[in-house]
Protein backbone atom coordinates (compact mmCIF):
# COMPACT_ATOMS: atom_id res chain seq x y z
CA UNK A 1 0.00 0.00 0.00
CA UNK A 2 1.27 3.47 -0.96
CA UNK A 3 0.39 6.90 0.81
CA UNK A 4 -2.01 8.42 -1.65
CA UNK A 5 -2.25 12.30 -2.43
CA UNK A 6 -5.33 12.66 -0.35
CA UNK A 7 -3.94 11.10 2.47
CA UNK A 8 -0.29 13.07 1.86
CA UNK A 9 -2.36 16.44 2.19
CA UNK A 10 -3.64 15.24 5.48
CA UNK A 11 -0.32 13.85 7.01
CA UNK A 12 1.38 17.14 5.59
CA UNK A 13 -0.54 19.57 8.29
CA UNK A 14 1.09 20.28 11.71
CA UNK A 15 -0.86 18.75 14.63
CA UNK A 16 -0.40 18.87 18.62
CA UNK A 17 2.85 18.07 19.43
CA UNK A 18 3.90 15.00 20.69
CA UNK A 19 0.44 13.49 20.61
CA UNK A 20 -1.19 10.05 18.76
CA UNK A 21 -4.20 11.47 16.62
CA UNK A 22 -6.84 8.85 15.67
CA UNK A 23 -9.38 9.47 12.94
CA UNK A 24 -11.35 8.36 10.15
CA UNK A 25 -9.86 8.60 6.64
CA UNK A 26 -12.40 7.26 3.74
CA UNK A 27 -12.73 3.95 4.00
CA UNK A 28 -10.12 3.20 6.58
CA UNK A 29 -9.15 4.19 10.47
CA UNK A 30 -6.01 5.99 10.56
CA UNK A 31 -3.97 6.78 14.03
CA UNK A 32 -0.38 8.93 13.81
CA UNK A 33 1.84 9.81 16.08
CA UNK A 34 3.49 13.36 16.21
CA UNK A 35 7.12 15.00 16.88
CA UNK A 36 7.77 17.79 19.33
CA UNK A 37 6.90 20.20 16.39
CA UNK A 38 3.38 18.55 15.70
CA UNK A 39 4.32 16.95 12.41
CA UNK A 40 3.18 13.14 12.19
CA UNK A 41 6.06 11.02 11.73
CA UNK A 42 4.52 7.29 12.64
CA UNK A 43 0.73 6.09 10.93
CA UNK A 44 -0.90 3.17 11.22
CA UNK A 45 -3.76 2.79 8.95
CA UNK A 46 -6.00 -0.05 8.12
CA UNK A 47 -9.07 -1.70 10.90
CA UNK A 48 -9.44 -0.31 14.40
CA UNK A 49 -9.96 -2.80 16.88
CA UNK A 50 -12.34 -3.20 19.96
CA UNK A 51 -9.47 -2.64 22.21
CA UNK A 52 -8.16 0.86 20.23
CA UNK A 53 -5.43 -0.72 18.04
CA UNK A 54 -5.33 -0.34 14.44
CA UNK A 55 -4.70 -3.63 12.67
CA UNK A 56 -3.28 -3.29 9.45
CA UNK A 57 0.14 -1.16 8.05
CA UNK A 58 2.50 0.57 9.74
CA UNK A 59 4.64 3.55 7.71
CA UNK A 60 7.32 6.04 9.19
CA UNK A 61 8.42 9.48 8.17
CA UNK A 62 12.03 10.60 6.97
CA UNK A 63 11.90 14.44 7.67
CA UNK A 64 15.73 16.12 7.49
CA UNK A 65 15.97 19.71 8.06
CA UNK A 66 19.24 21.96 7.39
CA UNK A 67 20.28 24.28 10.50
CA UNK A 68 17.61 27.26 9.00
CA UNK A 69 14.82 24.75 9.03
CA UNK A 70 14.40 24.16 5.26
CA UNK A 71 12.98 20.30 4.65
CA UNK A 72 15.45 18.49 2.58
CA UNK A 73 14.32 15.05 2.51
CA UNK A 74 10.63 14.19 3.55
CA UNK A 75 9.25 10.88 2.69
CA UNK A 76 7.04 7.95 4.03
CA UNK A 77 8.58 4.10 4.32
CA UNK A 78 6.61 1.33 4.22
CA UNK A 79 7.18 -0.99 7.77
CA UNK A 80 4.89 -4.01 7.41
CA UNK A 81 1.67 -5.60 8.74
CA UNK A 82 0.67 -4.87 12.01
Known amino acids: MKIGEKLHKVLS ?3 APEEMIT ?3 ER ?3 S ?3 DAEGNPILLFI ?3 TPDGRIKGERFTRVLI ?3 Q ?3 LKDHWDAKGKI
Open 13 to 15: KQY
Open 23 to 25: RKF
Open 28 to 30: YDI
Open 32 to 34: FKT
Open 46 to 48: GEL
Open 65 to 67: KDQ
Open 69 to 71: GAI
